[in-house]
């Protein structure tokens, strides 16, 4: 689809018009909104350029481009598109009347902005993050559509393609290639995009047996050695697969940009450990509560803390960790990109709402052994939550 135009100008109206709302909700007297980041120049315009957009409340946006403009102007459908070549090329008149300012602050370098602020002079800056986000976490129909086709592309790979792809002996490196490809082969666009400040992902995390465990700098319930201390992430070219072993497969899968996150589990060689079975069992039991509990007005701390309240200690001291280790959520919203609202976890009180699409992802580690657990994405619908990336056990036992 290169060089069209993916997004319909009512798909982009619709989603400018629902964020000015959501902004006025918040602000009464706001005036003026930037978008600079690409993530959100492409929720907003349709197309992944270097470039600023101005985002009026009583007027029309403006899209301006530094690079590429020919490419915004092919892929875009925002009326108003201006090349420049820096900030100063922006009118002075889209700065005379607003001195206050909404920002992406936790995502615009404070050089960036002050060359910005060079020509725009504005006195206040407040943060835009939490409206985008909001904004974005209610899907449209064709968002849906495209995590939709990731989901399915996702299933098939985890559940059909990697036990024919296992052989001892392989390197984590050698397998989670092999799956970076088949997702590419299938319309993936080979990227994880993270929203996290710092965070990198590259397909996911594929370990075998303890590798799981290895502490790990992403907030997650997974641990990866990953290619060396540079790169911590992806899988390991050291660790190769036993003839019994637990694999993990935490894979994002994208298309158009929108991501789904599912985990598989394998047993390979011989069915798991009894210890290793109950805990994975609990966490089935988890997943299909929280999913029960994913209903329209449903608050997502409550979920959240009713689910772990109910389990033992015992579970808990191994759950989404083990220690400092330990990562403090159920699950996260998706999107254009994998850690999105909301957030399944205590002390975030937003609402569940239709057409939110939301990752469960319950995991419980087994020192000895590796990690077990599931996890799946999840489309909000009217009267509960649709599982959209296949087999939800997620347990899948290969012996060759």
Aim: negative net charge; aromatic residues 8%.
């Amino acid at each position: 689809m290169n060089n069209e135009k993916l997004i319909p100008k009512t798909e982009l109206d619709n989603r400018l018009n629902t964020f000015r709302e959501n902004l006025t909700q918040h602000d009464p007297n706001w005036t003026l909104a930037v978008v600079m980041a690409k993530i959100n120049i492409f929720y907003f315009t349709g197309t992944m350029q270097n470039g600023i957009l101005v985002i009026p409340r009583n007027a029309n946006e403006t899209f301006f481009v530094h690079r590429s403009f020919e490419r915004a102007m092919l892929e875009s459908n925002i009326e108003d598109i201006r090349n420049i070549n820096s900030f100063r090329d922006i009118p002075e008149s889209f700065w005379t009347n607003s001195k206050s300012v909404y920002l992406e602050t936790e995502r615009i370098p404070l050089a960036h902005y002050a060359r910005l602020n060079k020509y725009a002079n504005f006195s206040e800056v407040k943060p835009v993050e939490n409206i985008i986000l909001q904004t974005r976490a209610i899907k449209s129909e064709l968002e849906i559509d495209f995590l939709r086709h990731a989901g399915k592309v996702q299933s098939h790979v985890l559940e059909d393609i990697v036990p024919e792809l296992l052989q001892t002996g392989m390197s984590e490196t050698d397998l989670a290639s092999q799956i970076q490809m088949a997702f590419i082969q299938k319309g993936g666009h080979g990227i994880c995009r993270v929203r996290s400040f710092g965070s990198e992902l590259y397909l996911g995390q594929v370990c075998f047996g303890e590798s799981a465990l290895y502490p790990n700098p992403f907030n997650g319930p997974g641990g990866v050695r990953g290619l060396s201390p540079a790169a911590p992430i992806f899988a390991s070219p050291e660790c190769t697969l036993n003839e019994i072993q637990i694999i993990s497969a935490d894979c994002g899968s994208t298309f158009h940009g929108y991501h789904t996150d599912k985990t598989a589990t394998y047993a390979y060689g011989a069915p798991l450990s009894q210890k290793a079975i109950d805990a994975h069992k609990r966490c089935i039991d988890i997943q299909i509560e929280a999913k029960e509990k994913l209903v329209p007005g449903a608050i997502a701390e409550e979920i959240y803390n009713s689910i772990i309240a109910k389990q033992p200690k015992s579970f808990l001291e191994i759950f989404m960790g083990i220690g400092c280790e330990q990562a403090k959520f159920l699950g996260h919203g998706v999107g254009l990109e994998i850690d999105e609202y909301p957030v399944i976890t205590s002390k975030w009180p937003d609402t569940i709402k239709e057409n939110m699409v939301i990752a469960i992802e319950p995991k419980a580690w087994i020192r000895g052994e590796g990690m077990v657990g599931t996890e799946n994405t999840y489309l909000v619908n009217k009267t509960g939550a649709e599982c959209i990336t296949g087999n939800e056990q997620a347990l899948i036992t290969v012996i060759k």
